[in-house]
């Protein structure tokens, strides 16, 4: 790990602006993702600005008729274990639960986690000269490499990165919203606006601006955040990214289907909203067909590069598993 100097903010107008000003600056929450790739030498920050001192104001969970919302320092364990978080927007409890260690959920914040990095080996292993993300123009050593994690959707030919988390997939299916806070003041986005495609500047992984910081999430209410879950598909049942994900949310009619969220992850470079197999869900009856229908309809466009050939057809059956297993739900009243 390379020096870098040490500050801690004790509020959001201090650490905006150490933020826009600090020399090669990175905040500091759980440190779970920052501190790793610090480590690796892949993160090479010279400013750390800690933010933890926000916790008070930022750390909260609080829901009401119009909807959740979220401090970006909650931690993940605490929102996963809220008995509203639960009940009402399971498909957030449940990402949360797959996601990482005990350990790590106790330490890792939501802001950060909506943040973590690629697991792609050519970018966290620092040997390998070829990746764009890391070092801009070097090429993309995973296009003819080992890529069997590697993602399907929203590729270009300067990047394949996986997208690895696992709540920004639940928040993008339930229509969350991002709260923003940097130099300039406050804003807000909808959450689907927070991560970019790679194209030709796989470096450039979201639309904040320099110094701005995730104050929180915002989702809300409707009839479809209870018919809600989360799918994960892995090499193993524990501490594992995901291959293929599913996030889904319906609102039902008896069998039929009024509206339809759903989203990937596990195969593309950012959190994918599914709109093809909405689209084909949209007024119509769900049976298991349908639910394999609109599992296929969520990977037209779907670009394979050898060893990843096998994501389209896990990343269907994904869906509609995901699909099957939110209609079952039994929701009280």
Not at 227 to 243: G, H, I, N, P, W
Not at 252 to 257: A, E, H, K, S
Not at 260 to 282: C, F, H, Y
Not at 286 to 295: I, N, P, R, S, V
């Amino acid at each position: 790990m390379r020096p870098f100097d040490y500050r801690s903010a004790a509020d959001p107008t201090a650490a905006a602006r150490m933020g826009s000003s600090a020399a090669e600056p990175a905040y500091l929450a759980g440190g779970t993702t920052l501190v790793d790739l610090m480590k690796l030498d892949v993160m090479r920050p010279r400013t750390v600005i800690d933010i933890n001192g926000l916790a008070p104001d930022w750390g909260k969970v609080e829901a009401d008729s119009r909807g959740l919302r979220l401090g970006a320092l909650a931690r993940m364990s605490d929102v996963a274990a809220d008995p509203v978080v639960r009940r009402d927007y399971p498909a957030i409890a449940q990402s949360l639960d797959l996601a990482a260690s005990a350990q790590l959920r106790n330490m890792a914040s939501l802001g950060g986690n909506v943040l973590q990095r690629t697991r792609c080996t050519y970018f966290r292993d620092v040997s390998w000269k070829a990746c764009n993300k890391r070092t801009p123009g070097s090429g993309c050593a995973a296009l003819e490499g080992v890529n069997r994690t590697h993602a399907v959707l929203g590729v270009s030919a300067s990047c394949i990165a996986t997208y690895p988390g696992d709540l920004a997939v639940a928040l993008i299916a339930l229509d969350a919203a991002v709260s923003l806070v940097g130099p300039d003041g406050a804003r807000s986005m909808a959450f689907a606006d927070l991560h970019r495609e790679p194209k030709d500047k796989p470096q450039v992984e979201t639309n904040l601006r320099p110094g701005e910081l995730i104050v929180g999430f915002s989702v809300p209410a409707g009839p479809w955040t209870r018919r809600s879950v989360y799918t994960k598909v892995r090499d193993r049942q524990s501490y594992e990214f995901a291959l293929a994900s599913a996030a889904v949310a319906l609102e039902m009619d008896g069998d039929t289907v009024r509206s339809a969220r759903i989203a990937l992850g596990g195969v593309a470079t950012k959190p994918w909203r599914a709109r093809e197999a909405e689209s084909l869900l949209a007024g119509a009856r769900l049976t298991e067909d349908l639910a394999q229908k609109a599992g296929r309809a969520a990977f037209i466009g779907a670009v394979t590069h050898g060893g990843n050939d096998y994501k389209p057809r896990l990343g269907a059956a994904t869906v509609a598993r995901a699909l099957l297993e939110a209609q079952a739900l039994e929701i009280a009243a």
